[in-house]
């Protein structure tokens, strides 16, 4: 394929995987099947199309973009039907199991944020069973994914994944190893505090009690704001409003079957960017919505005169920074002030930078453990070590039956916190041009227009429209962390 076919193909693809993510999440669809998708696109399946992209890819930044979502696509569609077995069956047994004893008829999700915690410890066992079974068919979609990787030419999983970000991995795994010895006393002493608050030794802090803490503890979010109201206003006072911004398709309300939380999910980009938000009433949800109503604004404004490559193959490194960006308001005193004025917004600002703290050491964490995953030795023998890894990383036990379900692909973990990092600086750029108060600021929505306009394929064109010099530099976002939590040292 030459590469305008291989764009057009790649966009037909893109569009058609948005369409069914949007409509499972929209509550239109029962299921999530992506087998079917891949399937009806089997010319991109073909191993030959591969090798001459590579090649390509050495001089050309389309090709290098077409070749890391070609290459994504593969071993995406190899894995599919196993992927759509495993989410199908979770989805199924653990509602059905749970629906007799409780009579919730929604997501693990929703339970999960409604429930108390001794509920909250059973839908975790009932989870982890059923992982358990199907242990061997994650295996057996890794094992597929392996193949394809080796049959198209590639040494190993982190060297494809060098290959494919443009991103020296190695050193940039290197800063965040780090990133968790340095703010590792801190976390666990801050951490520790909020545990016992909720009722939880951090010695026996499992992964269900961090979801408590942040979703249940933390909330009912009384005093704060509606969390998609709260996002719309932002958006509007900086000049973006959502109904304003062509191709931002909003799915706002509450639905039965919907699923919970909030979403952004591209589809034919740009005619159509999907933003569905399920309201809740929680401290994480004014978070994620925050994130999600800026990553899609900012994929939907993305210019329709951008090459496909630019604008409608969204980097994972540059989504993530997008979403923290906006997902960082909720740390802002200024911005707490102004939309929520009957909480104390220091306590709740220390609040959002220890959560932002676990987000970072839990890509970190699942970054060193993808590292050691595809590595030398058997499958088999990675599920022990990765509760160390992850024990680690987040202070709380997480299960081994989670090793191959909770352990995003294509070293995505490395690449999502590298966006974080590149966010760090974004915010400093928009703090120092246009005050701490940037988000009421017209100009600052004029600012953040001429960076979406340098596309997503890559953090160095974010980089270069916003006068960053190093995007993956990972010491201001540690700085922007101690501002706000404290230095981190020995003694934490």
Same mark, same amino acid.
């Given at each position: 394929?030459?590469?305008?076919?291989?764009?057009?193909?790649?966009?037909?693809?893109?569009?058609?995987?948005?369409?069914?993510?949007?409509?499972?999440?929209?509550?239109?669809?029962?299921?999530?099947?992506?087998?079917?998708?891949?399937?009806?696109?089997?010319?991109?399946?073909?191993?030959?199309?591969?090798?001459?992209?590579?090649?390509?890819?050495?001089?050309?930044?389309?090709?290098?973009?077409?070749?890391?979502?070609?290459?994504?696509?593969?071993?995406?569609?190899?894995?599919?039907?196993?992927?759509?077995?495993?989410?199908?069956?979770?989805?199924?047994?653990?509602?059905?199991?749970?629906?007799?004893?409780?009579?919730?008829?929604?997501?693990?999700?929703?339970?999960?944020?409604?429930?108390?915690?001794?509920?909250?410890?059973?839908?975790?066992?009932?989870?982890?069973?059923?992982?358990?079974?199907?242990?061997?068919?994650?295996?057996?979609?890794?094992?597929?994914?392996?193949?394809?990787?080796?049959?198209?030419?590639?040494?190993?999983?982190?060297?494809?994944?060098?290959?494919?970000?443009?991103?020296?991995?190695?050193?940039?795994?290197?800063?965040?190893?780090?990133?968790?010895?340095?703010?590792?006393?801190?976390?666990?002493?801050?951490?520790?505090?909020?545990?016992?608050?909720?009722?939880?030794?951090?010695?026996?802090?499992?992964?269900?009690?961090?979801?408590?803490?942040?979703?249940?503890?933390?909330?009912?979010?009384?005093?704060?704001?509606?969390?998609?109201?709260?996002?719309?206003?932002?958006?509007?006072?900086?000049?973006?409003?959502?109904?304003?911004?062509?191709? !931002?398709?909003?799915?706002?309300?509450?639905?039965?079957?919907?699923?919970?939380?909030?979403?952004?999910?591209?589809?034919?980009?740009?005619?159509?960017?999907?933003?569905?938000?399920?309201?809740?009433?929680?401290?994480?949800?004014?978070?994620?919505?925050?994130?999600?109503?800026?990553?899609?604004?900012?994929?939907?404004?993305?210019?329709?005169?951008?090459?496909?490559?630019?604008?409608?193959?969204?980097?994972?490194?540059?989504?993530?920074?997008?979403?923290?960006?906006?997902?960082?308001?909720?740390?802002?005193?200024?911005?707490?002030?102004?939309?929520?004025?009957?909480?104390?917004?220091?306590?709740?600002?220390?609040?959002?930078?220890?959560?932002?703290?676990?987000?970072?050491?839990?890509?970190?964490?699942?970054?060193?453990?993808?590292?050691?995953?595809?590595?030398?030795?058997?499958?088999?023998?990675?599920?022990?070590?990765?509760?160390?890894?992850?024990?680690?990383?987040?202070?709380?036990?997480?299960?081994?039956?989670?090793?191959?379900? !909770?352990?995003?692909?294509?070293?995505?973990?490395?690449?999502?916190?590298?966006?974080?990092?590149?966010?760090?600086?974004?915010?400093?750029?928009?703090?120092?041009?246009?005050?701490?108060?940037?988000?009421?600021?017209?100009?600052?929505?004029?600012?953040?227009?001429?960076?979406?306009?340098?596309?997503?394929?890559?953090?160095?064109?974010?980089?270069?429209?916003?006068?960053?010099?190093?995007?993956?530099?990972?010491?201001?976002?540690?700085?922007?962390?101690?501002?706000?939590?404290?230095?981190?040292?020995?003694?934490?």
């Amino acid at each position: 394929m030459e590469l305008t076919e291989l764009s057009e193909a790649l966009q037909g693809l893109a569009a058609d995987l948005g369409a069914a993510r949007a409509a499972y999440l929209a509550g239109r669809a029962e299921t999530l099947r992506l087998g079917p998708v891949y399937g009806a696109h089997g010319a991109l399946m073909r191993a030959e199309l591969v090798g001459p992209l590579r090649e390509a890819a050495a001089d050309a930044p389309e090709a290098r973009a077409l070749l890391d979502a070609l290459v994504r696509a593969q071993l995406a569609g190899a894995q599919a039907p196993v992927r759509d077995k495993v989410a199908y069956t979770l989805d199924k047994e653990i509602i059905r199991s749970l629906e007799d004893k409780w009579f919730f008829a929604d997501s693990e999700r929703r339970i999960g944020i409604e429930a108390n915690r001794k509920q909250r410890k059973l839908v975790d066992q009932s989870r982890r069973r059923v992982l358990a079974r199907l242990e061997v068919d994650l295996a057996e979609a890794e094992q597929r994914a392996h193949t394809v990787m080796v049959d198209r030419g590639f040494a190993g999983h982190l060297a494809m994944c060098t290959e494919l970000s443009g991103v020296d991995l190695t050193a940039f795994l290197t800063d965040a190893d780090g990133l968790l010895e340095d703010s590792g006393p801190r976390y666990r002493k801050l951490l520790g505090e909020a545990l016992r608050e909720a009722g939880v030794h951090p010695d026996d802090a499992r992964y269900h009690d961090l979801l408590y803490l942040f979703a249940g503890t933390f909330g009912p979010a009384r005093g704060l704001p509606e969390p998609a109201e709260a996002a719309g206003a932002t958006l509007e006072a900086l000049g973006l409003a959502p109904a304003d911004t062509p191709g !931002l398709l909003a799915d706002l309300g509450h639905r039965e079957g919907k699923r919970p939380g909030a979403h952004w999910v591209a589809e034919r980009v740009p005619e159509g960017v999907h933003l569905i938000v399920h309201p809740e009433a929680t401290w994480v949800a004014l978070v994620e919505a925050l994130a999600a109503f800026g990553a899609a604004t900012a994929l939907a404004r993305t210019p329709a005169s951008l090459p496909f490559f630019r604008r409608g193959l969204p980097d994972v490194a540059v989504a993530a920074c997008w979403e923290a960006v906006f997902a960082s308001l909720a740390g802002s005193p200024e911005w707490l002030r102004a939309h929520a004025p009957k909480v104390d917004a220091g306590p709740q600002a220390r609040r959002f930078h220890l959560w932002w703290l676990y987000r970072v050491r839990l890509l970190a964490g699942l970054a060193r453990f993808a590292r050691f995953l595809h590595g030398p030795g058997e499958l088999a023998d990675k599920a022990d070590p990765f509760e160390h890894y992850l024990h680690e990383a987040v202070g709380a036990r997480i299960e081994r039956d989670n090793f191959l379900f !909770l352990t995003p692909p294509f070293m995505d973990a490395a690449l999502a916190l590298k966006g974080h990092c590149l966010a760090a600086q974004v915010l400093a750029v928009l703090e120092g041009r246009f005050g701490p108060a940037w988000f009421g600021a017209p100009e600052a929505g004029a600012f953040l227009t001429g960076c979406w306009a340098a596309g997503w394929d890559g953090l160095a064109s974010v980089a270069a429209a916003c006068d960053i010099d190093e995007p993956g530099d990972i010491w201001p976002l540690t700085e922007r962390l101690e501002g706000v939590l404290g230095e981190f040292t020995d003694e934490g």
